[in-house]
């Protein structure tokens, strides 16, 4: 009996808000992972090829480890999601500029990683809140 009142509130407040962006998350961060498999195109060696696996996969390791630090710590994981789409988005602003000037459409294309990151730290901003309200 005792154990059965401690199960529903362990689970009390993990509805949807809580789930939605982390799961988003996480296919948010294999997606950007999915980038790196670009390398096998190449013809390098055994280390090269690992050497490009990381260096592509630096971004959603990154990403990966604030979500694992940050899973159930307030604000700080929508803010990390938004900063990171922010940041995407200025680097490819600047490399549009300085690099090829007239080809924004690349600009467009970018939106396709930088508005689910937006989208993800919203929900997680969202549930922040919820849970602020609700106690």
Known sequence: ?????????????????????????ILLILFLALFSLD???????????????????IPSIVLAIFLIVFWNRGIFPGVIFILGGITYIVLLLKTIVTNTPHQWYMLFWGMVLAVPAFVVGILFILDWKRRKKNG
């Open 1 to 25: 009996m005792r154990g059965d009142k401690k199960l529903k509130k362990v689970g009390k407040g993990k509805g949807w808000l809580f789930w939605t962006p982390r799961i988003a998350s």
């Open 39 to 57: 390398i096998f195109d190449g013809s390098y060696g055994f280390w090269g090829v690992i050497l490009g696996l990381f260096m592509h996969n």
